[in-house]
């Protein structure tokens, strides 16, 4: 069970990338999957994030208007679009899918797994 975050690179202001989450040893659908960033010497904070059936979605204020997360069921593939890039989007960026499921008391539970990072670079 893996999950690969790739797309990442050097880019100047203004720039765009387009990330992609995929998946190998299970499939994402049915899982919300979301996107988290790392700056050096930050905590890491979540940048978007699509449900399980893709009719919702979350942006960080910091991003919204300039990122789009979407999903390619067929290619089991989840993007996030990076458009207007600023190099405060300098980051290690991870991809986390997320399976909510009932354990054996009928708790809900959510199982989390994450993503090798990609490095943003954003220069100036």
């Known amino acids: 069970v893996q999950l690969q975050a790739s797309g990442g690179g050097l880019v100047h202001a203004g720039e765009s990338l387009r990330l992609s989450c995929s998946s190998r040893?299970?499939?994402?659908?049915?899982?919300?999957i979301g996107w988290f960033r790392q700056a050096p010497g930050k905590e890491r904070e979540g940048v978007s994030c699509i449900s399980t059936t893709d009719d919702d979605t979350y942006y960080a204020d910091s991003v919204k208007g300039r990122f789009t997360i979407s999903r390619d069921f067929a290619k089991n593939t989840v993007y996030l679009q990076m458009n207007s890039l600023r190099p405060e989007d300098t980051a290690v960026y991870y991809c986390a899918a997320d399976l909510l499921y009932y354990n054996s008391r009928d708790e809900p539970v959510v199982s989390r797994t994450w993503g090798q990072g990609t490095q943003v670079t954003v220069s100036s």
């Open positions: 040893g299970f499939t994402l659908n049915g899982h919300a």
